[in-house]
Nanobody, 120 residues
Framework: QVQVVESGGGLVQAGGSLRLSCKIT????????MGWYRQAPGKQREMVAY???????NYAESVKGRSTISRDSTRRTGWLQMSRLTSEDTAVYYC??????????????WGQGTQVTVSS
């Protein structure tokens, strides 16, 4: 089993920055991709940033140029750095991890989410 835990959310002033963390615990997982998603009240969950197993990244247009997704060499910890925050960034942020346990069994897990609130 794989568990995913996010941290780093909170209240941030408009124009400020934050860094969210995503930690993978449990079974060893390989060919790992990690994505950050967010869901604002009354809206659908949307992709914010994604990093594939090969390291390629993809960002939503709304955060491109002011956000960076990264991970450590173990690929069991990842981060989402965001700057120039606005009220539009207020949402619950979720980490999504996909990969293969033991290199064979596909696994996909979501974290419980971390609230980010941007105050104007």
């Amino acid at each position: 089993q794989v568990q995913v835990v996010e941290s780093g959310g909170g209240l941030v002033q408009a124009g400020g920055s934050l860094r969210l963390s995503c930690k993978i615990t449990g079974s060893v997982i390989t060919r790992t991709s990690m994505g950050w998603y967010r869901q604002a009240p009354g809206k659908q969950r949307e992709m914010v940033a994604y990093m594939g197993d090969d390291g390629n990244t993809n960002y939503a247009e709304s955060v491109k140029g002011r956000s960076t997704i990264s991970r450590d060499s173990t690929r069991r910890t990842g981060w989402l750095q965001m700057s120039r925050l606005t009220s539009e960034d207020t949402a619950v942020y979720y980490c999504n991890v996909r990969g293969y346990i033991g290199g064979v069994r596909y696994a996909e897990e979501w974290g419980q989410g971390t609230q980010v609130t941007v105050s104007s």
